[in-house]
């Protein structure tokens, strides 16, 4: 019962902070603004779904490979994030504060 | 149960926007972005839906998919590293 | 709640297949591809195909989007603009559509248990399985056993592809490593790569021998297998790639796997059945069926794994070759 309710309180926790990751891509003015949106809440989101996940099982294999799942995720999703921040830079895309100051000092 | 079904809904609306993001972006990173948050969120949904559908089994496919978003996010950023220089 | 999930992955599809249409930069269009085949993967877990959905997710959106950019890097990235008019190909296609509609009005209703197609063949298969195979996960002993000629005729369709690719293709030479062609900059991936990679495999080895209890089987732990090394080659760079794998040892794995497929269908001659018949294989025959699907396995798993490598190595060393000039 109470494993239940807890477990119930993780999994609307962690669908709410997957939906405002959601809206944060859409919200927010800048590429780099928005990657931190999206992975931040994509990693907590993940860690909340998957412990309610794992409240609901009998502590069995199933646990386990939810365990590892949960893992997994956390090792790669961050990763690629870090990767595609990373080549975005590269790539020489610029921050909405050097885009301004850039037109400011164009226009002045 | 009625929790389990809740969440399903709140993270396909997820993977809506996100596939909205991919398909409306300004720059090609958007898309990027837009793929990989829906690549974990699918791999979330499978475990919700394998509670849902009373089937475990289901798990290891869910490792199967964090897997492929990872590698294929992988592959999209050295193609695009390594051709930069003749994009549009 | 199972059709509400259903209607809503259709739909997504949809709108992917549409922006897959009307998107004029490729490179988009393969990213939107991956989640296509990631849409329909989830469609065959809400199916309950379980073993459907993972080929789907590990070929889909692993293999084939990494082989088609770098197909993408030796072509052009802007699809040309077709200036041809559009209303008789959209009248074509309308009609067919049309017909193809009306005559799905005429099926049974869909997932009815006393349907045609669930009584003969598929209701002897569930009755017998068990008894005459033991497996747990029937569509193993289906995959394997019943219909082994098929699997025969796939594992040998992997092959023939593998060599056409390399036909046209030509496989690396083995390239010094000075050659700058990873990701060297980015120094976390490669940290989480050297990680991952073992897991990976080591995941690959469970799906190929847990085929028997669960979904899995040879095919998609081939191309799990495969996958980790794409990702080894991707990060570190091709060169190292392939001096860890030579294409060489490639080549004679894809032919061991049929090899080993085939034989054991030739063994079942000498011991006295028919041509893939595991009944002989062993001194009982639910034993010899079990002898005989874990050694098919293990060929289809080899073959697929150096089919999609070698399939791999040729595309990319080609776009290396085009790169550094």
């Given at each position: 019962m109470i494993l239940e309710m807890i477990s119930n309180i993780f999994l609307i926790l962690g669908a709410f902070f997957a939906l405002t990751g959601a809206v944060g891509l859409f919200k927010f003015p800048d590429f780099f603004t928005r990657i931190h949106a999206a992975s931040v809440t994509d990693s907590i989101a993940t860690i909340l779904l998957f412990s309610?996940?794992?409240?609901?099982?009998?502590?069995?294999?199933?646990?386990?490979?939810?365990?590892?799942?949960?893992?997994?995720?956390?090792?790669?999703?961050?990763?690629?994030?870090?990767?595609?921040?990373?080549?975005?830079?590269?790539?020489?895309?610029?921050?909405?504060?050097?885009?301004?100051?850039?037109?400011?000092?164009?226009?002045? | 149960m009625m929790v389990l079904a809740a969440t399903c809904v709140a993270v396909l609306s997820v993977m809506a926007l996100a596939l909205a993001r991919a398909l409306q972006a300004d720059t090609v990173y958007d898309r990027i972005l837009g793929i990989n948050m829906f690549g974990t969120k699918t791999a979330v949904l499978i475990a919700l839906m394998g509670f849902l559908n009373e089937r475990p089994d289901f798990l290891d496919i869910a490792i199967v998919y964090a897997l492929i978003n990872f590698i294929g996010m992988i592959a999209v950023l050295r193609f695009f590293e390594y051709t930069a220089t003749d994009d549009s | 709640m199972t059709e509400l999930i259903d209607l809503v992955l259709l739909a997504m599809l949809a709108i992917t297949a549409v922006g897959v249409i009307f998107l004029k930069d490729l490179f988009a269009v393969v990213m939107l591809f991956g989640i296509y085949s990631f849409l329909s993967a989830l469609i065959f877990v809400n199916l309950d195909a379980v073993d459907v959905a993972f080929t789907e997710a590990a070929v889909g959106a692993g293999i084939s989007t990494v082989l088609m950019l770098s197909t993408l890097a030796l072509t052009g990235r802007q699809e040309k603009v077709s200036d041809h008019k559009t209303f008789m190909p959209l009248l074509i296609v309308v009609a067919t559509g049309a017909a193809l509609i009306y005559g799905t009005l005429d099926m049974p209703p869909f997932g009815n248990p006393d349907n045609p197609v669930h009584q003969h063949v598929a209701l002897r298969y569930i009755q017998d399985s068990p008894q005459e195979i033991g497996l747990p996960n029937m569509v193993t002993s289906v995959l394997a056993s019943y219909r082994g000629f098929d699997t025969l005729g796939e594992t040998a369709v992997v092959f023939a592809a593998a060599i056409g690719v390399l036909s046209l293709l030509g496989m690396p030479k083995r390239e010094r490593a000075a050659i700058e062609s990873g990701l060297e900059s980015h120094l976390v991936l490669q940290v989480v790569a050297k990680i991952i990679i073992p897991l990976i495999i080591l995941f690959a080895l469970y799906v190929q021998f847990h085929g028997d209890y669960g979904p899995g089987g040879g095919f998609q732990a081939g191309v799990i297998a495969a996958a980790a090394i794409i990702l080894y080659a991707l990060v570190f760079g091709l060169p190292v790639a392939t001096q860890v794998l030579q294409p060489d040892l490639l080549k004679t794995l894809a032919a061991l796997g049929v090899l080993i497929y085939a034989g054991t269908g030739v063994a079942s001659f000498f011991l006295g059945g028919n041509f893939l018949d595991y009944n002989v294989l062993a001194s009982n025959p639910v034993a010899g069926q079990h002898v005989g699907i874990i050694l098919i396995e293990l060929g289809v798993g080899i073959t697929v794994f150096a089919a999609m490598l070698s399939i791999f190595y040729a595309f990319a060393s080609k776009a290396e070759r085009k790169n550094i000039q």
């Open positions: 309610g996940l794992i409240l609901r099982t009998e502590f069995d294999l199933v646990a386990v490979k939810l365990v590892f799942v949960l893992v997994f995720l956390l090792l790669t999703s961050p990763t690629a994030s870090h990767a595609l921040a990373k080549s975005a830079r590269h790539g020489l895309l610029a921050t909405s504060a050097e885009t301004l100051s850039k037109t400011n000092k164009d226009n002045n | - | -």
